[in-house]
């Protein structure tokens, strides 16, 4: 059974990770420097994951994942990269604010809502004859809007429409 981690806890996995692929390994310090945290918060979460049989751990020594904590740190990035792509490559949003949006939300969504963001992904590039051109014909209409209307004048009249449905 997987283990319980806080979000924050899964970030910590996640820097650790990134460092461990960068440098072979992770130091207290470019964990604290990645994270902009005190060094007693990074101790802190370091003895969580090392109790939680995620990372090899001791103090003043350098920091490994196991075996266990290296799969769920790869989930998390896989989620991120995923999360990213769509935000960035969909809707269009810079690379800074798709990754920034992208690390919250790794957190919160589940592996079937996961799943369709990759089935549409999918969908849409390679396999849809009028994907790409319906992508690119959506992120014209977030920067032009279409037929005289913005955007969020659109998006007004759709949570309208919803508004109208609830009430029956």
Known sequence: MKKVLSA??????????????????AR?????????????????????LADKGLVNYEPYELITLTDEGRERAEELVTRHRIISDFLENVLGLEADQADATACGMEHA??????????CFLAFMEPHSPDGAKSLERFRRFIKEGAGGQTCKECVGEYMESL?????G
């Open 109 to 118: 969504i589940d592996s079937e809502a996961l799943e369709r963001f990759v």
């Open 8 to 25: 924050t806890l899964e970030d910590y996995l996640e820097t650790i990770y990134l460092l461990e692929e960068r440098k072979r390994v």
């Open 163 to 167: 508004r109208q449905a609830s009430q």
């Open 28 to 48: 207290p310090r470019d964990i604290c420097e990645a994270q902009g945290v005190a060094s007693s918060t990074v101790t802190a979460a370091l003895r969580s």
